[in-house]
């Protein structure tokens, strides 16, 4: 974008003259325009944006800058942005503009981060591919007949497509992580509770995680230093940053999922990558997670549970233009009809019924007990071993509209990640190489504590060391 490879190079060259800061976001927001056609924007906030690129750039000049000073980031629409319009990407919410920022951005603008605008999404962060948006989908940014993922992948494609130096996407079970694998680019969902969720459109409250994309991992863990704080107004809020560098001693893959290892995308992305970890004196074991196969279908049933309550607030009256929209109940059910989008639809009703009288012993209480056998073995198996190592997803980019029509083949993209969102565990998708004949991005999960998540800088650069051997 502007030839530095993460913000530290960035801010010496903002220190010595090299690079005008105002340029760079005015250069950003030119690109912005170029790229329209990727639909990964919402909202960009140009004025404002330059505005606080010539003060924080004179707080450059005289060194009392905060620590993201100049960074560039987009937000996904369900984050609060003060004056920034935020539809969750649905009909439902409209026009509708926060009269407050999310905690986790007041913490960035605090740090002097540019707020540069919003970024598409699924409607209400529910999908797999980002074609579930009124605002239509986005293109995957290195082929445009593909899908960017889901459902942050308004936000992936920003940050891959160089449009923004990083966003904040939020994951609830893999929201971050899939749309991070399918556009080339770094995706962190941190522990649960170690991000605040005031200012997050809730989707499944136990669930929701806000975490930062970027290009490299060193913009990650400082952005992740910075909103990673305990929030007095979040209940679930609490203090979990990382800790110093540890050696990594051992590597776990699931037992369960060793099979895969024999099949060509796997043997390329994960089993090379485990490969060379063991080639740098690392263990790698492979400890059993019983019940991981059914980790789908305990997330869709917690979800879709959550969800259906969570939406059940929005009615076209307490938030957004009213329409003229009155109380009764006939005319919130054609509002909520008409309004809401077929996915969205699909999951209240699968979760009221889910939740109804008889079946909520039958289904959620009993996905709600294996959801804590699924966590206790995951975190058997980081006793066993330092961190856990999985794939992100079961292929590359599939096509715009291949999974549409199938609803139960698109729930099977987030088959690898949402075993660490049942558990509340952090997890990095790391990206490796490009498909020498597909052209697009793989790469691999790392499922470990927040404690850890600074010693995966050593692991990223035995990779980057190795991988051309």
């Not at 010496?12 to 170029?34: A, H, M, P, Y």
């Not at 400890?287 to 991981?292: T, W």
Request: proline share 4%; net charge positive.
């Amino acid at each position: 974008m502007s030839g530095y490879t993460d913000h530290y190079s960035k801010i010496e060259l903002l220190k010595n003259g090299t690079l005008s800061l105002k340029d760079n976001v005015r250069f950003i927001i030119n690109k912005i325009k170029k790229h329209s056609h990727l639909n990964c924007y919402t909202f960009v906030s140009e004025e404002s944006a330059l505005r606080n690129a010539f003060v924080i750039e004179q707080k450059i000049k005289k060194g009392n800058h905060g620590t993201l000073a100049g960074m560039v980031i987009s937000v996904k629409d369900v984050i609060a942005v003060k004056d920034m319009p935020m539809s969750c990407c649905s009909a439902i919410l409209g026009e509708y503009i926060p009269s407050y920022n999310a905690d986790a951005v007041e913490r960035l603008i605090a740090e002097d981060a540019i707020i540069i605008g919003k970024t598409n999404c699924d409607e209400f962060a529910m999908g797999s591919s980002n074609e579930y948006s009124i605002h239509g989908p986005v293109l995957n940014p290195y082929d445009n007949s593909r899908v960017a993922g889901g459902s942050s992948g308004g936000s992936a494609c920003a940050v891959a497509a160089g449009l923004c130096d990083a966003s904040l996407g939020s994951d609830t079970g893999g929201s971050v992580r899939q749309p991070a694998a399918f556009c080339g680019i770094y995706g962190l969902r941190p522990e649960y509770g170690s991000v605040s969720r005031r200012g997050l459109t809730s989707f499944a409250s136990s669930l929701d995680t806000i975490g930062p994309m970027a290009t490299n991992y060193s913009d990650i863990l400082k952005i992740l230093n910075v909103i990673g704080k305990k929030d007095t107004y979040d209940s679930t809020s609490r203090k979990s940053v990382p800790k110093g560098e540890k050696k990594i001693r051992s590597v776990g893959f699931p037992e369960e999922l060793k099979p895969l290892l024999h099949q060509e995308f796997f043997k390329k992305s994960a089993g090379k990558f485990l490969k060379l970890l063991e080639d740098a004196g690392i263990d790698v074991k492979f400890p059993s997670i019983p019940l991981l196969e059914f980790s789908n279908e305990v997330y869709y049933v917690i979800a879709n549970a959550e969800a259906a309550s969570n939406l059940s607030r929005f009615d076209k009256i307490r938030y957004g233009k009213t329409s003229g929209a009155t109380h009764s109940s006939g005319s919130l059910d054609k509002i909520r009809t008409a309004l809401f989008g077929a996915e969205v639809k699909r999951r209240i009703m699968s979760g009221n019924f889910i939740l109804s009288s008889g079946y909520s012993e039958k289904y959620f209480e009993k996905a709600a007990k294996i959801r804590r056998l699924i966590t206790n073995s995951l975190l058997e198996a980081l006793e066993i071993c330092d961190i856990l190592v999985t794939p992100t997803t079961p292929g590359t980019a599939f096509l715009l509209g291949q999974k549409r029509e199938n609803p139960v083949s698109m729930y099977d993209a987030d088959i690898y990640t949402t075993p660490a969102s049942l558990a509340g565990l952090a997890a990095l998708h790391i990206p490796l190489e490009m498909g020498k004949n597909s052209g697009l991005p793989f790469g691999i999960q790392i499922i470990c504590r927040n404690s850890d998540l600074r010693s995966l800088t050593g692991i990223i650069e035995i990779y980057n060391q190795g991988k051309d051997r």
